[in-house]
């Protein structure tokens, strides 16, 4: 971890976090960030098998508020490669968001990692690493 790094863009985060896309299980970590959005702590949530994980945004929100947090961003992996999201990712991503907006942290990204490419949940967008 590097405490106090800005990550501004979806390829920063990616750069960051790309050792993910290694990992055979799918792991859902999280970023959270001061009100700077500076980096404060990487935290991973959950774990699962092969192709599939559940969260709990209660126990995400309860760590950013652990870490006196203003902001969050959340990453996970597709063990498959490929980033585009599913439509559970899109509706988690949905609940993180609604529940951010009720606690007042932003949520700034869900970012998800593929081989070589990652998605922007926020930017909606595909990019391949190797292009950038």
């Known amino acids: 971890i590097k405490p106090g790094i800005k990550l501004n ?3 920063d985060i990616y750069e960051y976090m790309k050792d993910m896309s290694d990992f055979k299980q ?4 999280i970023l959270i960030l001061d009100y700077k959005h500076r980096l404060l702590a990487r ?16 126990e995400i929100f309860e ?3 652990a870490h006196n947090g203003s902001a969050m961003i959340a990453v ?4 498959s490669g ?6 559970d990712d899109e509706i988690a991503t949905s609940h993180l968001m609604e529940a951010g907006e009720v606690m007042g942290i932003d949520v700034l990204d869900h970012l998800i990692i593929g081989a070589h490419q990652y998605y922007s949940m926020k930017a909606e967008t595909l990019y391949n690493a190797h292009d950038k």
Do not use: D, Q, Y
């Open 9 to 11: 863009t979806p390829r």
């Open 26 to 29: 799918e792991h859902f970590e």
């Open 43 to 58: 935290k991973l949530m959950f774990i699962g098998p092969n192709n599939a994980t559940t969260i709990s945004v209660r």
């Open 63 to 65: 760590e950013v508020l």
């Open 76 to 79: 996970h992996n597709h063990p």
């Open 82 to 87: 490929e980033a585009l999201p599913s439509l």
